[in-house]
């Protein structure tokens, strides 16, 4: 037997079989239940003795369940006498509260950081964290990987004539800059204004947009509003199309309504959080071969980050 076995939470388990095939090793086998009052039973179905394991689950809707599951399986095997356990957590959840934005708020990414250490989990992958400084509140190794990979080689095979990377907000800038570096192409700003959580009103745009292919470039997209809002500004002031990339399809609320209805061209996303629903406008690309691969170079202390500078 290898050294290393991969176990599946309940959260994603279509892109836990997809890592699974790339690996070209079967899924572990563990047992999860929950009690009639919402309790989560766990049961790890195979001795894990010596063994190093990873635990595939986004924390994503529902987030309490799914972070609580993640915990549950962790102490599971912590307590079955696992060598090392690294969590794969393709999305993590509460990521958006990781600063003190207002009087007595918490700062709950940390939080949570703190729930997976204390649990047993000794090593994190994940990708594109919303903010790139929680890789501090953890006191253990974490692979915060760069969805780019996945985007770049879709945004080329377009064949935009006249292609420019956008900034959905301020905040995003590094992001955006980011790829339009790698791309070669320009960047244009979203200027926002955010009244409360959920709700955004744009503002202005920085850069000229008539004419041009805009491929707006976030980490995440949930209600959908900036982004819909987002693109109805570019087009207003003459962009040619509009096609959004983002890792994490959220996807809350009115979120699918308004992507079919508005303004944006194409959505394209990554597989970290399963789809609710389909929908003619959104591409999803899937990050198996990336997360698949980062195990397999963690399991044998080789480069994570070689990885990225090749396909960047």
Do not use: W
Not at 82 to 108: C, E, F, L, M, N
Not at 280 to 297: F, H, N, Q, W, Y
């Amino acid at each position: 037997m290898s050294g290393y076995m991969i176990f599946s939470g309940t959260s994603n388990p279509e892109l836990s079989k997809e890592i699974a095939k790339y690996l070209e090793m079967p899924l572990s086998e563990a047992t999860i239940k929950r009690f009639s009052d919402g309790e989560i039973s766990v049961q790890i179905s195979e001795s894990v003795r010596g063994k190093d394991v990873f635990i595939i689950q986004p924390t994503s809707a529902p987030a309490n369940s799914n972070l609580m599951e993640l915990l549950i399986m962790t102490d599971a095997l912590k307590r079955s006498s696992a060598k090392s356990i690294t969590a794969v957590v393709p999305y993590y959840g509460y990521a958006r509260q990781d600063r003190k934005a207002a009087p007595r708020v918490p700062i709950t990414a940390k939080l949570v950081a703190d729930l997976m250490e204390k649990s047993g989990i000794t090593r994190m992958v994940t990708v594109d964290l919303h903010a790139s400084q929680i890789q501090g509140f953890f006191n253990i190794p974490v692979d915060n990987l760069y969805g780019a990979i996945l985007f770049i080689d879709y945004i080329k095979s377009k064949n935009f004539k006249n292609p420019v990377i956008a900034s959905p907000d301020i905040g995003g800038v590094a992001r955006a800059r980011y790829f339009a570096n790698k791309l070669g192409l320009d960047m244009v700003i979203v200027d926002k204004r955010r009244e409360k959580a959920n709700e955004s009103e744009v503002m202005n745009i920085i850069g000229d947009v008539k004419g041009k292919d805009i491929i707006l470039i976030d980490d995440m997209i949930d209600t959908a509003g900036t982004m819909i809002k987002g693109a109805a500004a570019l087009k207003g002031l003459g962009a040619n199309s509009v096609m959004a990339c983002c890792t994490h399809p959220v996807l809350s609320g009115p979120a699918y309504d308004r992507i079919a209805s508005g303004d944006l061209d194409e959505l394209v996303v990554a597989n970290t959080i399963p789809m609710k629903q389909r929908c003619d406008k959104i591409k999803m690309l899937s990050t198996a071969p990336m997360l698949g691969e980062v195990i397999r170079r963690v399991q044998n202390n080789e480069s994570v980050n070689s990885l990225f500078e090749a396909n960047t």
